[in-house]
Each structure stands twice: as structure tokens, then as C-alpha cells.
DNA sequence: CCCTGATTCGC
DNA sequence: GCGAATCAGG
């Protein structure tokens, strides 16, 4: 794991945001094992934590089985190919905002915008994720996560967690030649030196 | 069972 | 430093 210092901005951030570490995990397509102990050796403050780990001898050390990783965030839009996507590769959190993994738009433009707004850390009580408790992140493709009708191009925002049942592309209609709608372009194609963090 | 975070310790 | 394995509580 490269911990950039990227990377561990958004560790940050989502951790004081008060999401759970296998949350975080999710997110960042890493485990929360990862997230914890990076957490930790940041001196992170803790969180409320549900034990009390006293003097117990660990009888046998941690083997690395060593699982292969996929980070596959696979985004096959057919809207998406003239121009190289500057922002999230499989969630909305690269493109700047720190605070604001999910956008929400402020001007519906269809009648029935189904927008998740923010996804609350609490989204796991809505569903239940049959798929692979233990496993990485099954990152759905766009096939399956947006049963579109029309062929055409059409925004690719992503909207709320990919894996989660709720998750879809926004789907508008993008701008010419960008993957995403006027919307989420102006999210998407944020100047860098825009970018402000109330991070230390 | 599921979830959570903390710690240990081989690498 | 990293994180899987493990622990331990809800």
C-alpha cells in the first residue's frame, strides 16, 4: 500500500467525518485492518472503541496469506472515451470536495431525480449485502449498476457507494465531449489550486 | 451471525 | 511502516 500524501488527506478526513473504519476501507479500496493501522500509527484520535484489549498473550503470530488485491474499479461508460476522466476513478471523492463525497445536485434536472443525496455512514441497516462479506469490494460495472435504456452518452457522476444497492450513474445528458453532464463536470474539472482543506 | 475498532507481530 | 490475523465488545 502507497500511502500518498493524497491518500492519507482522505483517510483524515473521512475519519474525523466519523465514518467507520471498514467504511473508510471501502472507500478507499483498501481494509479496514489497513485503515485502522494507519490510522493508529497517524495518531488518529481513537474512536470509541467497543473493547478493552487487556494483557492477552497472542498465541500464534499473523500469517500473510497475502489475498490478491484487485483495486478493479471497472467504469466502462461508453461516454467515456475521447476524453480521459481527470477526477474519481470509481468514487466521487477525488474530484476535490474533501467534506462531500456525495454530491448533490441542486437542480434536478429530470422530474425524478433519484438522487441518494448523502450517503450516512448508517446505509448499511438499508441493505443487505449478501455478496462477499469477507472479500475486496465488488465494484459493479455499469452494466449492472444502471439498467440504461438509451444507448446514448450519458453522465457517468457516480451516485452514492459503488457496491452498494443504491448505487448509479447520474445519467444526464453530458456535455459534448465530456463524460459528465454540466452539473457534475464543473465538480468533475476542478482546478487544483481551487482545492481547500481544513486539514492540518 | 452481523458489525465495530484495537492490538499484535511477521513481514 | 505496513496490514492480516486476531481479539473483543455490541
Redesign the pocket.
Known sequence: ???TEEI?AQLKDLWAEG??????GRRLS?????????????GLP??????????????????????T?QPVAEVTADAQRSEPAPAAPRAPLAPSVSEQPAPAPSSPQATDTPVQEKVA?KE?AAAS?KAA??SKPVFRTISDAEPQKRRGPSCCWPIGDPGTPGFHFCGATPLPGKPYCDEHAQIAYVRLRDRRDTMA
Open positions: 500500500m502507497e500511502w492519507i465514518l467507520s473504519t471498514a467504511e473508510i483498501i481494509t479496514k485492518n489497513a485503515v485502522v493501522g494507519k490510522a493508529h500509527r497517524l481513537p474512536r470509541p472503541s467497543p473493547i478493552r484489549r487487556e494483557g492477552k498473550a497472542k498465541p500464534t503470530g499473523a500469517e500473510k496469506p497475502e489475498k488485491a455512514p448499511k449485502p462479506p469477507k
